[in-house]
């Protein structure tokens, strides 16, 4: 039996979704809140994509930049992204990632090189980043050095990876568009732009919604 194809708008939280003044649920446009963090998605989407499939799906947020040389509100289409704190620690407690272990293949379930890569992240027309998906933020300076030294990226997020994971083995077409609200830095909120980012994040979504990319019978996405 042939699915009905929709659009489907998805975000980790409802506030990343709230500032936007066109989105709305129709017949052709499904919203979904997949939960925070980098487990519960893997459930919610997998639920929701045995149920039902999409032309296109596209996953709004914020995200932690790791370039405090860049000013903050930038946004950004996630190119490649990895479990980057999965791992084990040794008895002189040096971090081993789960990707260097003995007990991973990092190139199974659509990896390549525990790596998951979206081939769609160009056609969004933002700036591609690679994003180090994590469980728990950390900002301690040599944490985050010895991370990118194992895993450079430009932005950090607790959804990304879990996210493309889903979709890449659902077959479902994606982006994901996120925006830059603090720097991956010692924390101090008072320096963060999480509602400036949310605004940000919902002129983004209007304009994806005025625009034939995500027309469900767009060449980029055929």
């Not at 996953?59 to 791992?87: H, M, P, R, W």
């Not at 293949?105 to 090189?113: E, Q, V």
Request: charged share 25%.
């Amino acid at each position: 039996m042939k699915l009905h194809k929709k659009l489907l708008i998805a975000a980790s939280t409802k506030n990343e979704l709230s500032a936007s003044k066109k989105l709305t649920e129709t017949a052709d446009t499904d919203i979904f809140i997949t939960g925070t963090g980098t487990f519960l998605p893997i459930y919610t989407l997998t639920k929701l994509f045995s149920e039902k499939q999409y032309d296109l799906v596209v996953f709004f947020g914020i995200c932690g930049t790791y370039n405090q040389n860049e000013d903050l509100l930038k946004l950004y289409s996630v190119e490649k992204t990895i479990f980057a704190d999965s791992g084990i620690e040794d008895e002189n407690q040096n971090f081993i990632p789960l990707t260097e272990s003995n007990f991973f293949n990092k190139n199974a379930f659509k990896m390549s090189d525990g790596w998951f890569i979206n081939p769609s992240a160009k056609d969004s027309g933002f700036e591609t980043a690679a994003c180090n998906t994590v469980s728990r933020c950390v900002t301690e300076k040599s944490h985050v050095e010895k991370m990118l030294k194992k895993f450079p990226a430009k932005i950090e997020t607790m959804e990304s990876a879990a996210f493309a994971l889903v979709c890449l083995n659902e077959n479902q077409k994606f982006l994901e568009i996120r925006c830059s609200s603090n720097y991956v830095a010692p924390k101090n909120e008072k320096k963060w732009q999480v509602l400036p980012a949310i605004k940000k994040l919902g002129e983004t979504i209007d304009y994806f919604l005025s625009s034939k990319i995500l027309d469900s019978d767009s060449e980029s996405f055929s």
